[in-house]
């Protein structure tokens, strides 16, 4: 079966920093690229990141740039979102995306069930 | 960055009716790059349309995409009890890839 899980979630203050980490499973990992999308409380969904196969290219929403980091390893089939000085707007469910195919230009076929943030004093 | 605006808001309907639901883009978007995703509450999106027109793998065929440029549309024919969601529209076309604000479809 085809699974995407996500985990690293929970409560940070603001400026603090949590990874995030999407276990893939039930199909070849280092073939696809990959993204993150959120969903804040009650809202759209929002694009956040994505990684080519390779991992040496990567692309990011402009309220993410210089503070999210997307990286992947394909040993271990594994995705991550390294967030550092997170804002109380950074609150929102991070759901980890496959892509159709390689390139970020891409629909996203299958999802995660997301893994909450909540930005918070 | 490239606004989809979704309408309606709102769309109720009993079952075995139509449902028409539109996404407007703010600037022209390759049609290969148009996509619809539908959400049940508490559950990941499920894509439903790529390019515009393609139905995903196992997406049965009462729901059909069509439309290019600015203007797109979701169609679901013979809606039944399950099809109760939000359904959001997404252009992957120019980066930042962004999504439209959802049409909830509320089954009578």
């Known amino acids: 079966e085809v699974q995407l899980l996500e985990s690293g979630g929970g409560l940070v203050q603001p400026g603090g920093s949590l990874r995030l980490s999407c276990a893939a499973s039930?199909?070849?990992?280092?073939?696809?690229?990959m993204s993150w999308v959120r969903q804040a409380p009650g809202k759209g969904l929002e694009w956040v990141s994505s990684?080519?196969?390779?991992?040496?290219?990567?692309y990011y929403a402009d309220s993410v740039k210089g503070r999210f980091t997307i990286s992947r390893d394909n040993s271990k089939n594994t995705l991550f979102l390294q967030m550092n000085t997170l804002r109380a707007e950074d609150t929102a469910v991070y759901h980890c995306?496959?892509?159709?195919?390689?390139?970020?230009?891409?629909?996203?076929?299958?999802w995660g069930q997301g893994t909450m943030v909540t930005v918070s004093s | 960055e490239i606004v989809l605006m979704q309408s309606p808001g709102t769309l109720s309907l009993s079952p075995g009716e139509g449902a028409t639901l539109s996404c407007r883009a703010s600037q022209s978007v390759s049609s290969s790059y148009l996509a619809w995703y539908q959400q049940k509450p508490g559950q990941a999106p499920r894509l439903l349309i790529y390019g515009a027109s393609s139905r995903a793998t196992g997406i049965p065929d009462r729901f059909s995409g069509s439309g290019s440029g600015t203007d797109f549309t979701l169609t679901i024919s013979r809606l039944e009890p399950e099809d109760s969601a939000v359904y959001h529209c997404?252009?992957?076309?120019?980066?930042?890839?962004?999504f439209g604000q959802g049409t909830k479809v509320e089954i009578k």
């Open positions: 039930g199909f070849t990992f280092s073939s696809f690229g």
């Open positions: 997404q252009q992957y076309d120019i980066s930042p890839w962004t």
């Open positions: 990684i080519i196969p390779v991992g040496d290219s990567a």
């Open positions: 995306a496959k892509g159709v195919g390689v390139s970020p230009r891409n629909a996203l076929d299958i």
